[in-house]
Structure formats: structure tokens, C-alpha cells
């Protein structure tokens, strides 16, 4: 052990000091994905400045080069977050979000924006303090750069001359009940005065003399390499977001000035005169959600308060339609700027807001304010719409468009519930949004990283955090299941066994964990936690009867399917003894819940075996698991469908209903089930909203559930096998006369062109990728279907 603790300190005290002093640096070890190294650079931050409070460091270093080369790679991370500029021109925001076990690096090639001669990269490094978003972890406020190769000698942070200043123009401007009237999470708001801001900072000939030396903190350390440091570095596993600009489309009023619609578009500037108030109103036409970018000149001493809304509230506290603003008013969470009588002020808050309408209220007092330009860059995950789905009915158009920006709006670093209120990557939420994702994109990443940072989130006793990555204890267990559950679908769509095997340890883990909590009658007991199931009427905060009491046969039967999906899993990777184990105990629990719990007097599964309560949810996961017959299955959803005494589904899990009545044979019907869908774009939503209660997020990522189910349902493509090599085609059209769709594959792309014949024939076409299989069903034929072109006439 003493020996341990001496090379401990060689590494961590000697060795940059060694690094420093070298004549010739060796280059840095470029094998990043190993993640098990030393970086020759050092964490800093302020010398004196509190590192645990709300606060932004501006960071800076001159350099030279005599040459240009095409390849200049830095490697980049900061606490809370940072953005980077180089010669001025911003190049990367980051990190991506993470936990601080596996703290993620951005790998950034700067060769683009350098020069011969003088250089500088500059940084903005901020922590939102106490009040920052329950998805970002903190140790500490700091930052780290190390150059690879040559550039190493030239820009390591802790072993070159850094400066650091601590940038007082920013105060945090907490979010309070006053401004949003629900539950929020998603950070601070910025006030920004412009007099204490370092203007020219990001600059060469700027006058640093006064700024600091940073402090150094700690050697940067790769992600399972040393322990006892505070950040274990990881490469990020995500794109850049994309980014661009984004523009208000309409002024919907104004008071005490008049304002040119030609200012929306930046060709001309808004002069608010001395000595007033104006307040004017701006209307994006739908949601969007980016960093607000404001450029002024002049005015100094005046305050502009920039206030976000999804929506306006009439006097009730309704939102109503979207469209209609008279009789509404303004209220959401603003920014506060603050001009000091500068020309051209860019203020740019810290976060990402989210809007469809903001309103200025600006109060002017000896000097007119000129806004020049006042915009939004859009931010977000940068998803590639490579499917359509047309067909003869446009408003199915517009459901599916809707749909798709709803899911652009809740993807960035994570997968989001909501981009407005919490920012969370829960995993209930982002099964759904990583099936749209790989339906409507093929982009598999954010779903790879979602199911990478809740394995990493699991507790010792064996569950997952509900909402990875998050800063405080928030346990769901029936989410776990769905982690698990996701992990299949994983299975299901991509060949990709080394990424799913790592995971079967944490899925023990979960299983273990619900296992251990059998009662004798083959039903779950009492659980810990928070077990949310649906914000359906009739449930108590979500959860379903028997949650915390015991016996809940709606959480045993999400069990079993959880077991019946590990079960494939285990035996996939030749682990027969516990796929066997799996599939037994979901088979005793579905026995179980049929006996105990299937009232066969009313034709319906109580929510548990003593009370008489039921919900469409128990029922739902009845014909999921099979725990009645497939004979009778059909039968069951349709009363399911029409019985109005049960529990009934919200938007959200609406998504296993459809699920059922696709398994139980009445896919046919779905198109019927999508009145809440029609009536939410009748009200002038642009993305769908969390559900009619509330009157809270007008964007949540599960009610874009029809964009998956418009390929998997209605045109019905869906795996036969793992990997997806073998697709199975079973369309169910409804009312529809024609459907022209395609959607990506891992291998290529699938398509299809079908018309509607008569009764029961159609005719088109179908086309499947290189080296893929399938079958094509319709009205009980089957063909066998091969790649290429398949051209389908039945009759």
C-alpha cells in the first residue's frame, strides 16, 4: 500500500511537473477510446472566486504558429459547461451531459480557424450554482484543454500561461412560481449587465493585464485510470448539436411603440426612445428552442426583460388555442438585459430557452436603445429526417410532422421529456423517442448513450436512476423495466451483439431487484420508490393499485415482459440456465395474475387480486404478455377500447394500448384511436403536448408516438428477427386508399407504394435493402419477399 500511495504522488505531483519542464514534449497518447491514461493537461479555475456559486470565468491564451497544418485536435471539457472560441469564432459548446464517473470530453479539430502568427482560444466556462438543471452534475467550476501533438506544448491547460477572469456582468435569475405556475427544473435565467462585461475578450489585441493566473486543481484523468480525482474523463459518444438561425415571424402587439415587421427579419433596426416603457409581443408560429441571441447599441441605463412562453393564459389560467391571443396574457420564466451605452452589445443568455412566444419589455431613460438584430439559434439534436409516410388523408400529414418536431424539440444531449419545464431524460419517455429516432432518422446514437448512462446510473441495490443523468436521487423503478425493455429493442433493430452484451449484468441487477420482492402467490409485494405508471385519472400520482401496498398485477405483468425480453437477450448470448429462469418466472407470474386477478364474470384483469378497481393499463399488459390467451385477446382490447369505467390511458401510454391492439390483431383500428391527436392540432399546438391536465408542457416527446406507429402499425414494418435481418411487413390501413412510405434500415432503406383494391386486394410495391428478408401479409396471404423491388398485387 505504501508503495501505492508514492507512485500516487509521482503521478499526480511529479509527473506534470516533469511534463512542464521537458525540452521537447512527447506527444500526447491520441488512443482516446482506451480512457485509461494520464492527460498531460491540468483542471483550473479561479484563484479566488467561489467555485460552487452561480458564476461565469472567461479563460484565455495567446499562442503562435509558424505553419498551418490540416489536422490541429484539441481535447476539451469544462464544469458546469463551457463555449470555445478560437481567433473569435465560436466552434464548440459543450460538454455533453453526463455523470461525474464518466465526465465527457469533446475531440475538436481546430485547424479551420487558425492562422499563421498570433492565435487565441478563448472560453466561457459557467456553473449555474444551486439553482442549476437537475440533469447537470457538478464537482466544481473549472476547465480543461489538452492540445494533441504539437499543440500540446502550446495550450495545455495548468502547464501553459492561461488567464482567467471572473466575468461579473452575470447574475442568476432563479425561476420562481411567479414566472411558470408548474413544476420546473431546467436552470436559471441570466441577468446580464453590460457595463461589467468584458467586451473584446475573446480577442488577440485585448487588454488582459489585470486578468489572473488560474489556479490548477487536479491532472485530468481518463475514465478508469486513478482514483480520488473529481472528474473521470470519457469521450463523448454524441454529434455537435446542430445549430441555426431561427427568426420571430410575427408581431402580435405592441404597446407605446410601433414596430416594423421588417425588424423580425434584421433588416431593420427598432429604436425605442428615451425616457419610456414599450412592451412589445413576438410570435414564432410554432415552438423552437435555442440560444436567444440580442444585438444593441446605445441606451444606457435601460433594462430589456425577455420573457419565453409555450403559450398565452386567458384570465382562467387556460391556454386554449394556441392561435388566439386576445384576452391573453404573458407569463413564463425571462432574462433581464442590461445595456451600458455600447455599440453592437451582443447578450446571449448561458442556456438554451424554449419559446414559441416572447415578449420585450424595455424601459429606456436618457439615451434612445437601437436593437439591431434579435434572433434565436435553434439547438438540438441533429436528427436527419429519412422517412415519410403519405398518404390520401393530409391531416395524417400534419400529425406526423407535428409529431417529428415534437421529437426534434425533446432531443439534444439526451433524449428530454420536455424541452421547456424539466430537460430529463426519463426512460419511460425515451423508449418511445428511441424508437421514433430509429424509425423516422436511423440514428441509433442518442438512444446508444441513453442506454449507456442508465446502466451507469445503478444503484447498489440494483436499480436504475429513473432519469439519467440526474444530480439527486430519483428512483422509478417500473423505468428500470422499460431500460431493460429498451435494451431489446435495441436487440431487435441493430446487429450489434458487443453493445448489448455489456449490458446483461445491469439487466440481473434490475431483474434481481423485483425478483427479490416476490410474495408467495407469485405476485410482486410492497415496492420502494416511486413506481409511475400513467398520469391517468384514477391513479394516485401516477402509480398504479398495489404499488406500495403489494400485488399490483399491472406492475407484475410489466415484470414478466421485462423477464420475457431477457430472456431472448440470455439466450442470444448462449446463457441458458438464466433465459430459462426468466422465462419460467414470467410464465408463474402471468399464471398467477390470470388466476388471481382475471374477473371472468366482467372479462377483465383487476388491478390487483382484493380490490375491485380496473384500469386499461392492466389489460394493455395482459395481451402483452400473454397472460390470457391470444384466442381471446381480440375480444379483450375492444372492450378495453369501449369500456369507459376503467382507468383510461393518457397520451403517454396510449403507446402500449396501440401496442396491444396490434398484437391482439386490430391494427386495422388504430387510425380510428387518434382523436386526441386531431384535436390538439385543431387548437393550434405545433408540437404535442404532455396530456389535457394541467395545462402545463405543450411539448412531450411521447405524444409523438404516431410517428412510430405510422411505420410500425399502420404500414406495419417491424424485426422478425434480431438485427433486423428479416422484416415483416403487415400493413394495416384502415379507411386509407393509398400509402407511400419509407423508412431507414441498418443495411439501406424500406419502402413501400401501395393501393387499396376493392375489398380486400392491393396492389404496389415493396422494396427491402441488400441481404434482407422478409414477409409480406395481407388479409391472411403471405409472400415471401426479397431484396430489391417486390412487386405486391393481391386480390
Partial sequence: ??????LLILLIVIFPLIAKTQERPVDVNTDWNNQRHMWQAAWITHPTASVFDYSVFN????????????????FVSADNRYRLFVNEIEVARGPAKSNLQYWKYETINIAPYLRKGENIIAAEVFNLGEFRPASQFSSRTAF????????SEKLNTGNTNWLVTHNKAYKSNPVTKKMVRHFFVAGPCDSIAANLYPWGWQTTNYDDRNWLAPKRIEPGVGRGFLHGVSWHLAPREIPMMEERVTRFKKIVRAESIEVDPQFLSGRKKLIVPANSTVKFLLDHEKLTIGYPEMIVSGGNNSVIKVTYAEALYDKNGKKGNRNIVDGKEMQGYYDVFLPDGGAKRKFVPLSLRTCRYVELEITTEEKPLEIDDFYLIFTAYPFKENAFFKTDDP??????????????????ETYMDCPYWEQLQYIGDSRIQALISLYVSGDDRLMRNLLLEADQSRMSEGLTMGRPPTNNVSVIPTFS?????????????RSDSAFVLQFLPGIRSVLGWFERRMDDNGLLGSLDWFNFTDWADGFMCGMAYGADSGNSALISLQFAYALDNASELFQHFGHDYEASKYKNLASKIKDAVYQLSFNKQKGFFRDTPTDDIYSQHTNIWAVLTDAIPQSEQKELIERVITEKSLIQTSIYFRFYLFQAMYKAGLANDYLSQLGDWKQMIEKGLSTF????YLERSDCHAWGASPNYDFLATVCGIRPLKSGFKEVSIKPAFGDLKTVHAK????????EMKLTVKGESGIIGFVSLPENTTGTFEWFGKHIQISPGKNIIDLN
Fill in 481 to 493: 423495466l422499460y431500460w431493460v425493455d429498451m435494451v431489446h429493442d435495441y436487440y431487435m433493430h
Fill in 144 to 151: 480543461i484543454l489538452q492540445g494533441d501533438g504539437y499543440l
Fill in 743 to 750: 423508412m431507414p434500415h441498418p443495411k439501406g432503406k424500406i
Fill in 689 to 692: 403536448e404532455e396530456g389535457d
Fill in 1 to 6: 500500500m505504501k508503495q501505492n500511495r508514492i
Fill in 59 to 74: 479563460f484565455r491564451k495567446k499562442f503562435n504558429l509558424n505553419e498551418l497544418r490540416d489536422s490541429s485536435i484539441i
Fill in 395 to 412: 391531416l395524417l400529414t400534419q400529425i406526423w410532422n407535428t409529431g417529428w418536431w415534437t421529437a426534434r424539440l425533446c432531443a439534444g
